[in-house]
């Protein structure tokens, strides 16, 4: 069976010595007194632990048994349980949480590296935890006092478990056909009736209630996504002290049959009239969904980089240990019946491609979360600035950190021939479970679209010239402490030559943005993934002397990134260049 | 569920207006009393039938139960049995077998149409008879008379299946080490031992006999891939009527769980001094196989495309009846509550992404098949040339439909959003099903290998010349005739130029090859991809009078395939040329 290990080495490289996250951390005062270097290390040595130890080797079992749906009753596979009541006793749920509710307060760069952890260690599990988290953001932006009291510190203790409640059958996509319901009670709570499919852990045997965020119309609103409010409908109701009450009208009509995350629970809920309460103002709720939708879109794409580092494990001990053939130029280990193919070039391709698409996308989560931190503790120019980056870092993450980590497992998968189609090797789980992180949180697409006509057309490239200004300004530095300067320069230009080209043709062609968004993503992630192997390289290369094979291992990584990598920005400019006619020609009954 | 219908209109636009198969067969001797255009049409519409209603409605089923094992008896999915009996009775598995042992005798072009169709309606049906067709080739070509008048024509009836084994548990992509031994006989028969695994079809309740072909070792044999003798070794001895005798000392010792192509029986196969005769001659069994294997080859790339055909008619279906949102600059569907998907510029990128890879594909597929039929039924230069382009182009129909493949189900599952995920819709099946095309029959590693190494360098880009000179030539026709003449030019020399690198490099580089094998299969694949649709929108601009929906369609598919995705050689072209040297700089022990 696969085991995992978390890279905690690389891990720490990136939080601290490329990062300098003790730094940030003593100068911002929530966070002075919560953390320091040696708190954060306890924390990732505990939490490789955890994911190691407990979660991991449930994985392979929770893929076999899946979750099972009886009479509305859910049943997680065997052994979740008994692992979900150690892992909330070590508080992890409320790990990035508010302190006055109950959260530990940590800061989200360092929740990033667990989150990693446990994508990598078991996504089924993950998944009824991260929605919790995400929840929680959404109840602590916007819920009332009361309600933030009542629930928030049985949600962080992870004693109670969140949802998120937006698709319907015929709504998706696109939020605003949505039609369930929400009418008015005199006692000033909501009946909520209506469908809603693919709610993960919207029923489950972990928690002693679920806390469903429910997107739902009242009867005066108006048509489509400006219509829209948010409600907390519990599934048993709860009084004043917290104490359980009667069961809600509501219920887990069927569990999807799903091509992966199969220990995940995926739901149709039923709302029969159960009660809920409305969270923020009327008509506004698709605005306070996305304070949990953005939380959860950095933590689906951390999924991506999650399941990457998993399937790079496993290849690489594969790669090691499997003998087959003989590397080119002569024989590797002369005494064996053939050498191990991480000789052969083209299996190093395959491993140096997982090896640098998942250490960059692993720094690049560690960036956005710190953009996120600073947008959440520091103050005015430097607040707004990270606030930006954030808004358009983060569709990028989600899309491209889950479409490479695809690219990752196919290739960790083909590592190991005829047995990566085999069940018990692991690889093809990873396939089919990180698979549905391009989906679900708005798909790939979706993303995409965001970024390119909300995130840099709409604002005329401000925020865009935000991130690019950085990397210019890190540029500036002499070119001796910035290996690989050269060609990130290029990229750059790239980036910012092909949006120039997108914001002026944009005004005259109103399909370009949609026909070209997933494209532009794509270049952008490559461009973005280049400045963090820059930044690694630069204290790779100033630290060389005092571990060769770690810092060396970084740079010929970066080497690979820069030349085998990065140059597929030449064809991404080509085809978004080619613009929306070639997409626009055909008619639609002509397909 | 999901439905399947052939493409018969793209199929004989292929077939017959883009190679002029009627010509063809009308001068090779061996073909025209065989088979015309209302023959091959007459196959192609029964093919159509055969493929929709009777094998594409066990596909989902049989990969929910999947295939059985008890005790060495393998049963196969509900309805297989009954399928296949109706389905030999149609002579499908003869369809281009030796009229002399009972084959129909049919041209490999029109073969690859059923294939095709076959592999679209249901992969795991596919794979029983598909090895029994390979081995067939192998028999005609290297058995004895004897050999040939008992077997063939009862695997070409499809009453008995013949299967390849190679794969042992140390030894895949490196038969050289494989250690199953053949100790001879009185008799003249061998007694075969060992084990093998991945034996498509070893066992099965399909037919009345099963013969294998096993790669094995005489007592004499010099080390590694020299020493391997290829041998028939049937389930049931024979007599030489034809009787069924005694069961062989071979068993199926369990079935693989597998991602995909469930209700494929998948064996580990033991075989204990079974009896075995020798085919072809003693140490020359690799060759022999590959006589099989390349046919083989051919056949696996079909399912890439096969696999993608389907996924498109599914997500082609599910575009122009899913509603979200509103089409840029305007709704397309007023009246109703949002536009049907095809209407988004990014829903139809993906679409026209597999409707120009797959189409592309056929083309091509068509072409090497064309080849095949040149090679087997033509004379002197003509059959020369054939052969030196067969032996070119399999690697890459093998590696590149399949890898395209891929990316199409992918994009056909991305189409329907959530839905995509879900396994009653069908398309995540068809991602499962379709990923072991690109590591079975020689990974596509080893196929790009096998062309950069074998089929390029080593007979110093002749074989290259061959190919290019015929696109060359094709383009020296009026430009008028010729859309998309400058593209494909750029093309070619872009091919050629990489191409003259490799050689002068290769020399001082052993690492070279290897390094950059696949990147350059790939490159190949988009350039011969180009030609494939050069030629067919040549014949849609001529023809586009008569039937602008079809034609203009067409034209429309293959400006999309120009400007979107035959881009992405630029990148190709940029990482083959970095070389071996950033695969190298890692020591093994650092990733």
Chains 1, 2 share one sequence.
């Not at 996250?21 to 929530?30: E, I, T």
């Not at 909520?192 to 965020?213: M, R």
């Not at 599934?235 to 359980?244: D, I, M, R, W, Y």
Request: charged share 20%.
């Amino acid at each position: 069976m696969p085991e995992y290990h978390a890279p905690l080495r690389d891990m720490r490289f990136v939080l601290h010595e490329v990062f300098a996250a003790d730094k940030l951390w003593a100068r911002l005062p929530a966070l002075a007194e919560t953390v320091d270097t040696e708190t954060a290390d306890a924390i990732l040595e505990e939490a490789a632990k955890v994911t190691g130890e407990l979660l991991a080797p449930l994985n392979r079992s929770g893929d076999e048994e899946g979750a099972h749906w009886n009479d509305g009753v859910v049943s997680t596979p065997a052994g979740f349980r008994e692992a979900y009541a150690t892992y909330i006793e070590g508080g992890w749920v409320g790990l990035a949480g508010n302190p006055a509710y109950g959260g530990l307060g940590m800061p989200k760069m360092l929740a990033v590296q667990f989150e990693e952890m446990l994508y990598s260690a078991n996504a089924s599990f993950t998944l009824y935890s991260a929605l919790t988290s995400g929840c929680c953001l959404a109840l602590d932006a916007h819920a009332s006092e009361e309600l933030k009291q009542l629930y928030l510190p049985r949600l962080y203790s992870g004693e109670w478990a969140g949802t998120m409640c937006l698709t319907e059958a015929h709504a998706g996509s696109d939020l605003g056909l949505l039609r369930t319901r929400a009418e008015p009670r005199a006692d000033g709570s909501y009946a909520i009736s209506g469908g809603k499919i693919f709610i993960t852990g919207g029923e489950q045997d972990l928690t002693a209630n679920i806390l469903h965020l429910v997107l739902a119309r009242l009867p005066d609103a108006p048509a489509g996504s400006k219509g829209i409010s948010l409600f907390l409908v519990p599934k048993f109701l709860v009084a004043p002290n917290g104490e359980l009450g009667a069961r809600n009208a509501l219920s887990c009509g069927s569990l999807e049959h799903k091509m992966g995350i199969k220990a995940s629970a995926t739901c149709v809920m039923n709302f029969d009239g159960a009660t809920g309460y409305l969270i923020g103002e009327p008509h506004k709720g698709l605005a306070a969904m996305f304070t949990m939708m953005n939380y959860e879109r950095l933590s689906i794409g951390i999924q991506g980089i999650g399941c990457a580092e998993a399937s790079y494990q496993n290849a690489r001990a594969y790669a090691r240990e499997r003998l087959q053939g003989r590397a080119p130029g002569g024989a590797r280990a002369p005494q064996k019946s053939a050498d191990p193919i991480v000789a052969h070039p083209d299996v190093r391709r395959m491993l140096l491609t997982m090896k640098a698409l998942t250490e960059g996308g692993r720094a690049f989560s560690t960036y956005v979360a710190q953009q996120l931190d600073l947008a959440k503790y520091s103050e005015d120019d430097e607040r707004r600035h990270a606030e930006a980056l954030v808004a358009l870092l983060t569709p990028i993450a989600k899309a491209f950190f889950t479409d490479t980590g695809l690219e990752s497992c196919i290739h960790g998968q083909q590592v190991f021939g005829g047995h990566g189609y085999i069940r018990e090797w692991g690889q093809e789980q990873l396939v089919r479970d990180v698979r549905i992180a391009q989906i679900y949180e708005g798909t790939n697409g979706i993303q995409a679209l965001d970024l390119l006509g909300r995130k840099v057309v709409a604002n005329g490239g401000d925020a865009l010239h935000a991130f690019t200004g950085e990397i210019r300004a890190f540029l500036d530095a002499p070119a001796a402490s910035r290996p690989f300067a050269d060609r990130l320069l290029a990229a750059v230009e790239n980036l910012e030559s092909v949006s120039a080209w997108l914001l002026e043709q944009a005004e005259q062609d109103p399909a370009l943005v949609n026909a070209v968004a997933v494209d532009y993503l794509n270049l952008f992630g490559y461009v973005a993934y280049a400045y963090m192997w820059a930044r690694m390289a630069a204290v790779a290369q100033a630290s060389r002397d005092n571990d060769e094979a770690f810092y060396g291992a970084k740079l010929a990584t970066a080497q690979f990134y820069f030349t085998k990598l990065l140059p597929r920005i030449h064809s991404l400019d080509a085809v978004i260049r080619a613009g929306s006619a070639p997409l626009l020609e055909l008619a639609d009954d002509r397909f």
